[in-house]
């Protein structure tokens, strides 16, 4: 019997996971496919307060938003950083006043700390104005931070086992009945087959854009639509630009997408939106939307961005609360929690819709429904504890990345800076005392050891290919089809032998 069984492995699922295992409260949560295998692997990887939502008049959003985003800093500075974004001045679209209006709510609502306020850019002398076309002379630069989306799945899933709970990928949550004021939940291995049941006081469906799916499915509630799916697409191209900062462009549909530095080596430009039909595991980024992002992109940038230069694109469906807004772009970003029963007969939390940057402040949400229906435990502590691999000052990762190189001189300069954005100190219970290379084992290509796979087999609940190279990292854009097979034959090989 645990207090609290999760369905869904995405940021939601696994935040509330962690935020629930801290306060003492036992957990299982059940994943059908790879944790941040949905969703939340496929976002703009921002931790921002979202500026544009302003002009939706969600003040409440983004100052929460913004005061998330140095607690999130701080707990995992490893995974996110500070960025500068470039907002060029469009004389045909939002007024100049109307933007440093913006800037300024943005810089006060918040309690920004660390992160430096907003400043007016002459881009016809700031290196940022460079790549742009010439009729771009005026902008603003504000704060905002990046984030690894799927390692912050991953690792706020590490820190909740490591906190006692049963996390479970690759497992179905098939059938969930109230029976004598708790759930008996009927759990299915997608591997085997074989199903199993659990008991549970209180269940969490964080499914994500299947939260209607399961309440259908699952829970046999007829006709659940809460949610409105609408699908956000990305392209990465080569780089266009050698500074390190971003840019929040404007389009003249009234969208806004940003082109930021990607990788080392790349740009990553988006994000589309537009309403999504169909299954959310099927969805792929179209024609359209490559076109589209691409012709966007060459309003602003002096050198053209073609379809034929995309390396990679990915496409995602954010499970949106349906709040009846006219446009895609115009639909609430902010999460709606739904109890349904009660401690006679169980209890039933629903979450629809939330954003990368304000998981915590969710799932802090939902242990005050725990609380009231299970009783307190322990207070809240989430966002005062770093996730795994962060346990080191906000602003010394330069020190931390110099350790590592200290500690394991043959990495080269590339990699040792990859393995400690990704790892933290991670990175020392990964590699223990190694003193050369062949010390990891077989290289894979791009620096992938044999140590770090297994490590994310063993750890990190990788099982194919796809789980390292595209979630816990984005390797898939260094690695030949060769490498790719050595690998998937390498990772295949560990699975039969895990059986």
């Known amino acids: 019997m645990y207090d609290i069984a999760i369905i869904g492995g995405g940021i939601n699922g696994c935040g509330i996971a962690r935020d629930a295992a801290g306060r003492g409260y036992s957990v299982c949560l059940a994943e059908m496919s790879d944790l941040a295998s949905g969703t939340s692997s496929w976002s703009t990887k921002l931790i921002h307060g979202g500026l544009r939502y302003l002009e939706h008049y969600e003040f409440r959003l983004v100052r929460e ?53 907003t400043r007016v850019v002459d881009l016809t002398r700031d290196e940022a104005g460079a790549p742009l076309r010439d009729s771009f002379r005026k902008g603003f630069e504000y704060s905002d931070c ?41 759990l299915q291995d997608l591997a085997s087959g074989a199903e199993r049941e659990i ?92 076109a589209y992002l691409c012709k966007a992109a060459g309003e602003y940038f002096k050198q053209p961005v073609k379809v034929e230069d995309i390396v990679w694109s990915y496409s995602g469906v954010r499970p949106l609360f349906d709040d009846g807004a006219s446009k895609a772009q115009e639909a609430t970003r902010d999460y709606v929690l739904r109890e349904d029963g009660d401690r006679e007969s169980g209890v039933l939390i629903n979450i629809f819709g939330g954003k990368l940057t304000t998981y915590r402040r969710l799932a802090n949400s939902v242990l005050g429904k725990v609380e009231a229906a299970l009783g307190a435990k322990r207070p809240e502590w989430s966002g005062g504890e770093p996730l795994p691999g962060g346990d080191f000052p906000v602003l010394e990762f330069d020190a931390k990345l110099r350790s590592v190189k200290q500690k394991y001189p043959f990495l080269d300069d590339r990699t040792a800076l990859r393995l400690t954005r990704q790892y933290g100190t991670l990175v020392f219970a990964m590699f223990g005392e190694a003193i050369e290379a062949g010390d990891l084992g077989r290289d894979f290509g791009a620096g992938l050891t044999e140590a770090e796979v297994r490590y994310l087999i063993e750890r990190e609940w990788a099982v194919t290919a796809e789980d390292v190279l595209w979630r816990r990292s984005k390797l898939g854009l260094r690695l030949d089809k060769n490498q790719i097979a050595v690998l998937k034959a390498f990772m295949s090989e560990a699975a039969s032998r895990a059986a």
């Not at 006043?97 to 430096?116: A, E, I, Q």
Request: charged share 25%; glycine share 8%.
């Open 146 to 186: 990046w984030v690894d989306d799927a390692r912050l799945v991953v690792l706020n899933a590490r820190d909740a086992a490591d906190r006692g709970a049963d996390v479970h990928t690759r497992t179905r949550v098939v059938k969930a009945v109230r029976e004598a004021g708790h759930w008996r939940v009927t």
């Open 199 to 290: 008991e549970a006081r209180l269940l969490v469906n964080a499914a994500g854009p299947w939260v209607d799916k399961v309440l259908s499915e699952a829970a046999g509630w007829n006709e659940a639509r809460n949610v409105r799916l609408v699908q956000g697409s990305h392209i990465v191209v080569p780089k266009l630009y050698d500074h390190d900062r971003c840019y929040i462009f404007q389009n003249p549909d009234g969208r806004i997408f940003f082109s930021i530095p990607y990788e080392q080596d790349f740009t990553l430009i988006g994000t589309t939106d537009r309403d999504y039909e169909g299954d959310p595991g099927a969805v792929a980024i179209t024609g359209e939307e490559k």
């Open 65 to 117: 938003s913004l005061e998330e985003r140095e607690v999130l800093w701080a707990m995992a500075p490893h995974i996110v950083r500070p960025l500068r974004f470039i907002l060029p001045h469009h004389s045909g679209l939002r007024p100049a006043l109307l933007l440093r209006l913006g800037l300024f709510l943005y810089d006060h609502l918040g309690g920004r700390k660390l992160l430096p306020p």
